[in-house]
């Protein structure tokens, strides 16, 4: 999801913010936070895992580790997704996206880009656009929210965040009838409250319990975290073959190869099992093993050309995806739509998977490879349209059943 | 989307992100980037003279390769210089013996304590500026290069004559 890599940020602050909220060993958004008990560095839980597995310290102070004293950090979750969630509009208001640096060329398009920025800077929070939206209309709350809507469609940055306002409209609509008052969201359960009660709020909220880390999916909130049990390491080297194959089998794995691959093989599904456990909402085992025989696949064909494919598909990363967005928004709402019913219909028949293989453009005799860059591709254009629904179930996940 | 890459392509992402980084907003004197868009395990660096003022290096601008391996950033790349350089820390061949690109592990001068090596959270940008600052510190207890470690210690106008002659190598000038 590097979708908000590609520029920099005008000011320091933003910039260090930036950096914060970044693992220290992949550089990008904090995924399943997790953090030492003893040093209290955090990193993405697969991150970690996989660099103490290979060297049992903190990679940030060398402070010798345990694995099982990871604990999760799911703040810094919330914190590097609501700040992901929140960059589109900061780059706006500090005159920072890649669209308006294009169209900055003399000092007098540099002006016209500031005056937006002293009208908005009064708002405490990204939402002003919504809080603060025409302060008298009266009070029919649907239909101002409707406007507001409609108003935020047509600011470029808001496909994203559309459906997380939404479902917050009316709570904030109610909340901001005294328009004179300055509004903000709590972070924790993403609520919008004056700012007069926003601070005893955040209190309560945080007593509460551990935060339901999705932004304000009211669905998800009511479903309880589920916590898969934790893999517990492995002494390989007193294991048998068959005990290493029993293993494997026991969470549904391929049992063949030489005992290499099979130690390597349930190392990296551990690993992969684990890291899941991590997630604000974890995936359910089978899930994680289709993920992971779909990794391994992809890994076996890494070698070849799999590996040249790969930079053509994460190449689109690093260009800007705001403006990559908003230029192909047409073929991206048509794509999120085919893969909507194509999952419909694999669920119901799962026979069909085999033509819709075959439907991929570019199908040629490498097919499994193919599939795997396409749903690549598929995978990070729902991430970026459904971003703020982290429970969303991605269809393109499923044409990998095999 | 999370975890959906296998270890070669958290390598990419990382080296792409570092990539990125280092294109956007480049440390001065240096300069960093795969050497084809088809393999993003293989760099060339550049290290400009502005970062050797005061130093006989001054003046020079040196390229060299840097090779990741398939696991980076779990293990560190390897990073040898192109243009020929005289220096206590770089073997002859231009492979640079730096304790940052060391793995834990193997340690072949048994005299670096952990702090200083590889570590997945440093960078080839962390790696660039050590290497900086060792050109213009040799370390003469790790010595690469005997010849130029002796030379280092006893006649240190003569190293100086030695690196002047690399700068202007590096530069074509001779």
């Known amino acids: ?33 997790v953090m030492f008990t003893e040093c209290a560095h955090s990193f993405c839980s697969l991150c970690i895992r996989r660099s103490i597995s290979a060297e049992g310290v903190c990679p ?22 609501s700040f992901s969630r929140a960059a589109p509009h900061l780059r706006e208001l500090t005159g920072n996206s890649a669209l308006l640096d294009s169209s900055i060329d003399g000092p007098h398009s540099a002006v016209s880009q500031i005056t937006p920025i002293a009208r908005r800077t009064r708002s405490t929070t990204y939402d002003s656009d919504f809080c603060y939206d025409q302060p008298s209309t009266g009070r029919s709350g649907s239909r101002r929210s409707l406007a507001r809507i409609k108003h935020l469609d047509d600011h470029p940055f808001a496909r994203r965040s559309l459906p997380r306002r939404s479902a917050t409209s009316t709570t904030s609509s109610r909340s901001s009838t005294k328009q004179t008052e300055e509004t903000g969201e ?31 999916s009211s669905k998800s909130q009511v479903v309880p975290r589920y916590v898969p049990p934790k893999l517990s390491k492995c002494v390989y080297s007193v294991m048998k073959d068959k005990q290493l194959r029993a293993l494997l089998e026991q969470h549904g794995l391929p049992t063949h190869g030489d005992r290499a691959t099979l ?52 190449k689109l990363e690093a260009e800007d995806i705001q403006s990559h967005e908003i230029r192909y928004a047409e073929q991206f709402t048509e794509l999120i739509e085919q893969a909507r019913s194509t999952y419909a219909k694999c669920k119901t028949t799962p026979t069909t998977m085999t033509t819709t293989t075959t439907q991929q453009p570019e199908g040629n005799d ?25 429970a969303y179930d991605y269809p393109s996940q499923d044409p990998n059943i095999a | ?90 073997y ?9 690109l060391h793995a834990p592990g193997d340690d072949p001068h048994m005299y670096e304590s952990a702090s200083e090596r590889w570590s997945p959270v440093q960078s080839v940008e962390k790696i ?32 100086n004559e030695r690196v002047r002659e690399c700068v202007k190598q590096s530069l074509a000038i001779e």
């Not at chain 1, 999760?72 to 590097?80: F, G, M, T």
């Not at chain 1, 709590?186 to 919008?192: D, E, G, K, M």
């Not at chain 2, 002859?92 to 940052?100: A, D, H, L, M, T």
Request: with cysteine.
């Open chain 1, 186 to 216: 709590c972070p924790v359960c993403n609520q919008t409250y004056s700012m007069s009660r926003l601070a005893a709020h955040v209190n309560r909220c945080l007593e509460a319990g551990p935060p339901p880390s999705s932004p304000a």
């Open chain 1, 60 to 81: 940030v102070c060398r402070h010798a580790v345990l694995e099982s004293n990871l604990v999760r950090n799911s703040i810094l979750d919330d914190l590097a997704a």
């Open chain 1, 1 to 33: 999801m590097a979708s908000e890599d590609g520029v920099q940020w005008r000011d320091s602050n933003l910039t260090e913010l930036d950096q914060r909220l970044r693992c220290p060993i992949c550089k990008e958004f904090f995924k399943a936070a």
């Open chain 1, 366 to 390: 490498n097919n499994s490879n193919d599939n795997d860059n396409a749903d690549e591709a598929m995978d990070d254009v729902m991430w970026s349209a459904v971003f703020s629904d982290p």
């Open chain 2, 128 to 159: 660039l500026l050590s290497v900086i600052s060792m050109l213009a510190e040799p370390n003469d207890e790790s010595g690469a290069n005997i010849d130029a470690c002796k030379i280092w210690r006893t006649d240190r106008e003569q190293f």
């Open chain 2, 1 to 90: 989307m999370y975890g959906r890459s296998g270890n070669s392509s958290t390598a990419l992402k990382r080296l792409m992100t570092e990539y990125r980084e280092l294109t956007v907003n480049p440390p001065e004197g240096i300069c960093a980037g795969p050497i084809s868009e088809d393999n993003f395990f293989e760099w060339e660096a550049l290290i400009a003279y502005h970062c050797f003022l005061d130093t006989p290096f001054e003046g020079g601008v040196f390229s060299a390769i840097l090779k990741f391996p398939r696991d980076y950033p779990l293990s560190p790349p390897t990073m040898t210089f192109t243009s020929s350089i005289f220096h206590p820390n770089v």
């Open chain 2, 92 to 100: 002859p061949n231009g492979e640079v013996c730096i304790s940052i």
């Open chain 1, 263 to 314: 130690i390597r093989r349930h190392k990296e599904f551990a690993l992969l099992y684990n890291a899941n456990a991590d997630l604000p909402y974890p995936k359910r085992p089978a899930e994680v093993v289709r993920q992971f025989l779909r990794e391994e696949r992809q890994h076996m064909a890494g070698s070849g050309n799999g590996s040249t494919a790969r930079v053509q598909t994460t």
